[in-house]
Every structure is written in C-alpha cells, then in structure tokens.
C-alpha cells in the first residue's frame, strides 16, 4: 500500500465516520419529540447493510491492502444498527413493522453472502463475489437518499434532508472514489464514484430549496391571501351599498 493510497484510507475513515454520526442531530429530534416525523428509516437500514458487506470484502482473506475499508466499516454497521434500533422505537406501528422486516432483509443477506464465501469460494472468485456484494448495496446505500430528494422537490423544503449527511455523503463517497483509483480496485471506485455524484446532488438541491419554506406554507399563504381578498371584496361592496341606504332614508 503506497503511501498516498493509505492517506486517502486514513482521510476515507474520518469522512465515513463523520458520515455515521451526522444523522445524532436527527435522532436526538426523534428521541425528544418521540416520533420519526418524515424521516425514512430506508437509508440507515441500507447502510447498515453496505457497511456490514464493505467490512467483510475488506478483510485480508477476502480482499488484501484493504483493512482500513473494513475497521471503518465495522464501527459504522454498529453506529448503524443503533439508529436503526432507535428508529424502531419511535416509528408508529406500520412504518416499525416494515422496518423490522427491512432489518431482517439487511441481517438475512449479510448472512448468506459471508457464509456463500466462507464455506463455497476461494481466492479470487471469494474476492469477486464479495466485491459485486459490496458493491451492488453500496450503491443502494447511495441512491436510498433518492426519496428524500424527491420530497425536497416536491415540497422545496430541505426540512427532512439534513446538510451534514448530503455534506459528508459527498466526501464520504470522493475519498473513498479517489482510495478505489490508487488501489486499482473497480469495487471501491464505480460505487463511491456514483455516490459522490449523488451527495454534490443533494448539496445542490440544499443550496437550491434552503432558504424556501415549503409547498405546505405556500399553500397556507395562498389561502389567507384569498380571505383576504374575500374580506376586501366585501368590504367594498358594503361601503358602496351605505350611501344608497343614506339617501333612501332622507327620501
């Protein structure tokens, strides 16, 4: 391992772990209102799972010179599966029941992707079979946020899209892109590499909505807008109506 290609693990490790704690502030939310509100739980069940495979491809016996993809990628599975636990807690009761059989999913693949390349395949079809594993929910992982950009559209509020995540998404996924090319490893690159494209998406649409309050308020705007124009309109045609009533009168 190079000396710039371990550099880049080391800086890969502190972005990704930045990337893991980003969503406290969201949690703390959730845990002190005791509900979930919008957020969706998708993104931590899918990154629960990257992490879990990225770990196991990182190992020496999977995949060699990448250990710092497995130590970072170990911390996160746990720092995942507690939000993922909490997010269970809190959600309501349709929402935790397709978490809890979301998590199951998570837990089922790890499984038989490790036991597949532990009991059945060796050497480089092992490394080749982990590597598509990781690979392929990497970019689940990635493209999970997807949702949540649409409702950032639809309701140009950026509410339910915290800064930091799509922040450390998007370096999380650059260094990690930038470690893939120095190891010549397509496993890491064609992944992170999509993922660093998705996060400077998300900080665009940031830029773009953050200062906007929303389509609800909007639309709450619009309706007092219009009783007040009704409260006008009524007005007017009152005070046109009370010189007629005037002159009536002194006839």
């Known amino acids: 391992m190079s000396v710039l290609h371990f550099l880049f693990g080391i800086f890969g490790n502190a972005t990704a772990l930045f990337l893991f704690l980003s969503p406290i502030v969201t949690f703390r939310r959730i845990i ?6 919008d957020f969706s739980g998708v993104p ?21 010179n990448n250990i710092l993809v497995s130590t970072i990628n170990g911390a996160g599975a746990v720092i995942e599966a507690v939000y993922v636990v909490v997010f269970i807690i809190y959600a309501p009761q349709k929402v935790r029941s397709k978490m809890l059989g979301l998590f199951a999913l998570v837990v089922a693949v790890f499984a038989a992707v490790a036991l597949v390349s532990l009991l059945i395949l060796h050497g480089q079809t092992r490394r080749l079979f982990c590597g598509f594993a ?41 260094s990690w892109f930038i470690f893939g090319l120095l190891g010549h490893d397509l496993f890491l690159v064609v992944p992170n590499g999509c993922g660093s494209a998705l996060g400077a998406m998300q900080l665009i649409l940031y830029a773009i909505y953050r200062n906007h309050k929303g389509a609800a308020t909007g639309e709450e705007d619009s309706v007092e807008m219009s009783k007040a124009k009704t409260q006008m309109n009524g ?12 002159v009536a009168n002194q006839v």
Do not use: D, H
């Not at 392929?136 to 930091?164: D, G, H, N, Q, W």
């Not at 007017?236 to 010189?243: D, I, M, S």
């Open 44 to 64: 931590y069940n899918m990154t629960l799972l990257n992490c879990l495979l990225s770990a196991w491809y990182g190992l020496p016996f999977v995949s060699p």
């Open 32 to 37: 002190k209102k005791k509900l979930i509100e």
């Open 134 to 174: 990781a690979a392929i929910f990497s970019f689940c992982m990635y493209a999970s946020p997807l949702s949540v950009m649409r409702l950032v559209i639809r309701t140009k509020s950026v509410e339910f899209m915290p800064f930091f995540l799509s922040l450390f998404v998007f370096l999380c996924g650059t």
């Open 235 to 246: 007005t007017e045609k009152t005070e046109k109506k009370a010189p007629q009533n005037s």
